[in-house]
């Protein structure tokens, strides 16, 4: 039986870079080919040529043994094959059933939307692959994880049978993840093929059949996932040695820098986002906070940034209350961030690599004498930094919103680190990266610390948080569970703690029913 | 869509050339727009002319023959009214150095300083949108704003009485930019401390200045002349802006140009090489890049509509004090509105709007001797605007008509955000 799905060959260049170079790829059916390869290996120009976004310039796509033309989505979605973008493509405001058949709506008498009849089909396929989702639910009120799962649906719906997953579990939390793994399961039992696109090694292992890792546009190698670890595939993606855990001394911490006593602070709304939780941070060490995300990590960054009012309890940086001062007066305090959504908060998109390192010493010498902004003392701070942090940019006059992820996160990281601050914030400072760009950002959070700064660390991703920190804050609905030296942190504990349970409870539980039975 | 193609591996700066023909590019759409509107111009001209009807009854040749001339009279008159006719002007330099009597070379000058004056209050206006834009304000007030600067600087004009002239101008100028500043930081205020939205709060406050006005210059008003007519008192002669041909009663061109130039200068200066522009433009690009960067966001947007809202008012200070001299009930110009599409024109940056308030000028002028001439109506103005907006903001359509490739984009101006976004 020939392959689902072929590629041979296929090249393709933009103005000045060449995106694709002689890629072959199969995938067969029943099977996960993971598509792995850092930010800008060309996996994503693959994907779109597949899906028709794109004309390759050379190369050939066979589906199902049968050579395809496909001139568009509408001929990628004729021969089977869905994507389900990194950015989904749904419309808050229109209910599940309304965004799935949308473009192909059941009518009846001739003029009337057959809602039921769509819904109907939705609940089935559902229920076939364990997509559990409500019809009638608005799209902008589901969680992130639900609304991938409608995507996946929009898919079935029109009866693909090659699903492209586009960085899929880059918006999900661990759970969601777990959730995801069992759709794609059942789905390949029900003969579909998936090709899942990643950077993230851990997940490739567990889930994928075969893997072709993309670098600089080429396939750098294939693997299988039995022969392989992340170490390989790492060094494999990169095309050099990754240090996967950051090589670290053993903290020397000091005087305390930030001290938070009794912090109370509201969510979005009425609900308190964080209760009445007490912590420090001491220089030179890195304080962790773990938890699952939306248990208040964001309201507590806010809120020590100067973003977010404290309702309560006190905030001081280096002895000086500042619980309700503003960014500027922490910032000049000796506070940096790294702010958890870069493209939102940290970042002016349009503006030039240049502009968006003086975001925050704008007004200072030697950036600006009086009001008037001094142009070359701006180009040679960003060809400092460009160069002292390795942002990868045409130059710095370009705009940083055209930049890769990892490039975007330097700048930030760049700016932020590089002042003289006693603290760091750095709220998911590897959110979405590639492993170079996570092994060099981990670095410098490193040498921060043992330059003498504290550094408070929020991380959704449980292992940033093993590998980096010296103390571990688990955070729970607002509270602090505990607070756990990192000799005494394991996986398991913490995850009972991020879930809300101690420990010492768990194993009495336990223990407790077993002397029942 | 793929992060690909924007992560090119070169480090090297861009060339002159390509940066040269980047600009050129960027100038190229909007010329075209021109040019496009100008053709269907020349057909709206065509289809309205029944003198071209009869003639094709008579023959196709005819018929063509006539069409064309009447296109070559109507656009020639449009010209010749914008910039003036060259054989008159040199026959006027003749003149004057013949025999030493300048008259006629001024007059022949008339059409070009025609469209310079009305270029004036474009600039004011379109400077004022503009600066909103590149804050994130959809300034739709400058109407309004014109309306209370006229009022607030007529005033400093007639009721103050022997001051020399190098101190009542700049004064009545000065009441003139508070005036319109304080009608847009109300608007301002509104949108820093409640997130109520520019562009209701000021088009409701340009119907309260419409009325505001009537109500002092309606006959028996605060601030009408009181003989009978519903206008406000002359300015004194020392307020007056300086004239640039003061011998020659036609040409009202006047140094109100020159301060629009200067404005126009120091908006850029503002912009981008001051810290305060750089506040500007970073509230109006990410207002949550700015709160984070420690900026006052609103602080920021108050400043931005006080700047914007004086600008606008020096649009109503330039024509009261270089041109009417006082200020009628019927004030309405249509120059804030105009404004709108000349920042959008001029890509809301301040040498753009010079130049797109210069082609407009262009249009007035060129449009009232064409109605004279030609006897076209002077409402082709209107179509001709209209056109060149429709081609600059659909530019997809020029570049299809003409297969120009995209320019690269840069710092793209927000227009306006939803309510309370901040």
Sequence with gaps: ?517 | MSEENSTPKTTKDKKPARRFRERWRALLTPLMAIVTALILGAVVIVVTDTSVYEAFEEGFGVGLGRAVEVIATAYGAFFSGAFGNPGRMVNGLRIWIQTGDGRAWTQSLYPITETLRYATPLIFAGLAVALGFRGGLFNIGAEGQYFIAGLTTVFVGYALTGVPWFIHAPLALLAGILGGAVWGVIPGYLKAKTGAHEVINTIMLNYISFRFAEYMLDVGGPMARGDGRPVSPLVQPSARLAQFFPSNADIRFNIGFILALLAAVFVYWLLFKTTIGYEIRTVGQNPRAAKYAGMSVSRTIVLTMALSGGLAGLAASTDILGVIGFMPNAFSSGYGFDAIALALLGNSHPFGVVLASLLFGALQAGARNMQGVARVPLDLTDILQGLIIIFIAAPAIIRALYRIRTAESGEEVVMTRGWGQM
């Design chain 1, 1 to 517: 039986m020939p392959p689902v799905l072929e590629l041979r060959g296929i090249t393709k260049r933009f103005p000045g870079v060449l995106a694709n170079d002689r890629i072959d790829l199969t995938l067969e059916e029943g099977q996960v080919l993971a598509l792995l390869g850092e930010n800008g290996a060309g996996k994503s120009t693959l994907m779109n040529i597949l899906y028709g976004l794109y004309k390759p310039d050379e190369g050939e796509i066979f589906v199902r043994g049968k050579k395809a033309d496909i001139h568009g989505p509408g001929d990628a979605i004729a021969l089977g094959i869905g994507m389900v973008h990194q950015h989904f493509m749904l419309v808050p405001v229109l209910t599940v059933t309304e965004n799935v058949m949308l473009g192909m709506e059941p009518i009846k008498q001739k003029l009337f939307l057959d809602r039921e009849a769509a819904a109907r089909r939705i609940r089935t396929i559902s229920e076939q692959y364990g997509l559990d989702v409500d019809p009638y639910a608005l799209v902008g009120d589901l969680p992130v994880g639900i609304q991938q799962r409608v995507e996946i649906i929009k898919l079935l719906y029109r009866q693909a049978d090659i699903l492209i997953l586009d960085e899929p579990t880059a918006v999900l939390t661990p759970q969601e993840v777990l959730g995801l793994f069992q759709v794609i399961r059942s789905l390949l039992a029900k003969g579909k093929s998936i090709i899942f696109i990643t950077h993230k090694l851990k997940e490739v292992l567990e889930i994928s059949d075969n893997i072709v890792v993309l670098r600089g546009g080429r396939v750098a190698g294939t693997a299988l996932p039995q022969k392989s670890n992340e170490r390989s595939l790492a060094s494999l993606m990169v095309g050099r040695e990754v240090i996967l855990t950051v090589p670290k001394e053993e903290a020397q911490p000091k005087e305390p820098v930030l001290e938070v006593e009794n912090l109370r602070v509201k969510g979005e709304g009425a609900h308190i986002a964080v209760h009445d939780i007490s912590f420090d941070v001491r220089a030179g060490e890195i304080v962790g906070v773990a938890g699952v995300q939306g248990n208040g990590q964001t309201e507590l960054v806010e809120s020590l940034t100067g973003l977010r009012p404290a309702q309560s309890g006190v905030v001081r940086l280096l002895g000086k209350d500042v619980t309700h001062a503003s960014p500027r007066v922490i910032t000049e305090a000796g506070a940096a961030h790294v702010p958890e959504d870069r493209q939102r908060d940290g970042l002016v998109l349009s503006y030039p690599v240049a502009d968006n390192l003086i975001l925050n010493t704008y007004y200072l010498p030697p950036i600006a004498q009086k009001m008037l902004m001094q142009e070359p003392a701006i180009q040679q701070n960003a060809e400092r930094l460009v160069a002292e942090y390795d942002v990868r940019t045409p130059s710095v006059l370009t705009p940083v919103g055209s930049l890769s992820g990892g490039n975007q996160q330097k700048v930030i990281v760049a700016r932020e680190l590089s002042r003289m601050g006693q603290l760091v914030v750095a709220a998911q400072p590897t959110r979405g990266l590639d492993v170079g760009s996570i092994e060099y950002i981990h670095s410098q959070l490193v040498r921060k610390r043992d330059a003498g700064a504290a550094v408070l660390l929020v991380s959704a991703e449980l292992d940033e948080i093993l590998s980096l920190a010296d103390r571990i804050i688990v955070m729970f609905e607002g509270r602090i569970m505990d607070i756990v030296p990192i000799e005494k942190a394991t996986r398991e504990d913490l995850g009972l703690l991020m879930a809300g349970v101690h420990p010492d409870e768990h194993s009495a539980d336990a223990a407790a029913v077993k002397e029942a039975a």
